[in-house]
């Protein structure tokens, strides 16, 4: 018995996702609810578990594939299963009468484990007995001659967005289908200039961060106003903290001052609703943090951060930090937040315009601490200096709420020992 096993929707309203390996291969044996792949989302790496124990019989999709949610991607051979149970019948098994077998129980019932159980509409594509390249849209027709080129529609598409002659591709795939790295050398061989130039396909995390920042920015009237300020204080604290065994970081008290100022100004912690035209004022702060990964910014969530003391919301954020860029994050940890921080003073940057996180009324961004003259206490002296820049939904808050809140948190960093819930 042969049952196929689809692209499951993973919970994020997705149309497609990106296959990044497999787990197993043809001829494998497997148990329920062992990985089969890694597929990448626009927000993370997930694990898709076997929803079936049986052979591997077909592998549809190869690594680096973008597959539409709903194509098949794995075939399973169920017929060693369903001889086990034929060779031990039971005392109340019936005769045969002509008619089809059951499906196994197992068969049609099984479940992947976090997605819920399948549903059968009637709809599924009819597979053949070929590669999944050959089971997509309409071939198309013949480009010179006779030559006729086979390829996924993810992979037509990219040739068309590349300007590559699919005709002209020598394909690499099961039954000389063109793959994605057929096409990408295709690119590098046709380039003009040369002299190394690479093309990158945008997706995953790229294409669903330049989706939502375009989004926000062309959505959300933004506003940025800019505060420098002395922050010696500020660092002179987190090193007393270190020294005496305590848990502190610039960006942790940053954070601590954002949810002590949102708690004065709740307007700045909201959101635009224009579906019920509503202005949603959330009563928790769940604090999102960019954070640079190798597949590029994602903005984890560490929830309830105005209910956490220093110490533990320094080993949050750099808790979440950590697994962000180990691509250890589930989805759901990447969604929710109510507004964001980033902190480009890292790369050595003064200040910046950041972009709203959507869905959220504003973002802090923090800049580089340079060593300067400062007016301090009567005279000049060589400060710790920083320039804060906050961004905000002009429709949610006005000039005036984002000025009183970006003061609040300049105030609490240019002196955190004036705020004993600090520490």
């Known amino acids: 018995m042969i049952r196929d096993f689809a692209l499951p929707d993973l919970g994020e309203g997705l149309t497609e996702s990106e296959l990044v390996a497999w787990h197993v291969a043809v001829g494998d044996t497997v148990a329920l609810n062992q990985p089969l792949a890694e597929v990448e989302t626009a927000k993370a790496i997930v694990q898709l578990p076997s929803p079936f124990a049986g052979v591997i019989a077909q592998l549809y999709a190869e690594p680096g594939q973008t597959v539409a949610v709903g194509t098949p991607i794995i075939s399973f051979d169920l017929v060693d299963a369903a001889a086990d149970a034929d060779a031990a019948p039971s005392a109340t098994s019936e005769p045969a ?10 068969a049609r019932t099984a479940i992947l484990v976090g ?60 039954g000389g289908a063109v793959t994605r790295d057929d096409v990408q050398r295709a690119t590098a061989m046709s380039a003009g200039t040369g002299r ?64 002590l100022a949102t708690a004065r100004t709740p307007e700045i912690n909201s959101s635009w609703d224009e579906a019920s035209s509503e202005i949603v004022q959330f009563g928790a702060v769940h604090l999102g943090v960019a954070v640079a990964t190798p597949r590029g910014l994602m903005v984890p969530v560490v929830r309830d951060a105005d209910r ?27 969604t929710g937040s109510t507004i964001s921080v980033t902190n480009v003073g890292v790369f050595g940057v003064d200040t910046g315009t950041p972009i709203i996180n959507p869905g959220e009324a504003a973002i802090l961004a923090i800049g580089a601490v340079r060593r300067l003259p400062w007016e301090f206490e009567g005279g000049v002296a060589l400060r710790d200096v920083m320039t804060l820049s906050l961004s905000f939904d002009h429709r949610v808050v006005d000039g005036e709420q984002g000025s009183r809140f970006l003061v609040d948190v300049g105030g609490i960093l240019s002196d955190p020992g004036t705020v004993i819930a600090i520490v």
């Open 97 to 106: 009468t002509g008619e089809p077998a059951a499906e196994p129980a197992e």
């Open 308 to 334: 956490l003391s220093l110490g533990d919301l320094t080993e949050a954020i750099a808790a979440t930090a950590a697994e962000a860029r180990a691509e250890g994050l589930a989805p759901a940890s990447l």
């Open 115 to 174: 997605y819920g159980p399948a549903v059968e509409t009637g709809r599924r594509p009819q597979r053949k007995a070929h590669s999944f390249a050959d089971r997509g849209a309409p071939q198309a027709p013949p480009l010179t001659g006779s030559t006729r080129w086979r390829a996924a529609p993810p992979v037509r598409k990219l040739a068309h967005d590349l300007g590559i002659d699919l005709g002209a591709v020598a394909g690499t795939g099961q």
């Open 196 to 259: 190394g130039d690479t093309r990158i396909p945008i997706r995953g995390v790229r294409r669903a961060t330049a989706a939502a920042m375009v989004a926000s920015a062309f959505t959300a009237p933004h506003v940025t106003e800019f505060l420098t300020i002395d922050v010696t204080r500020t660092l002179e604290l987190v090193t007393r903290l270190k020294a005496a065994g305590g848990s502190a970081s610039l960006l942790a008290i940053v954070a601590k001052a954002m949810c």
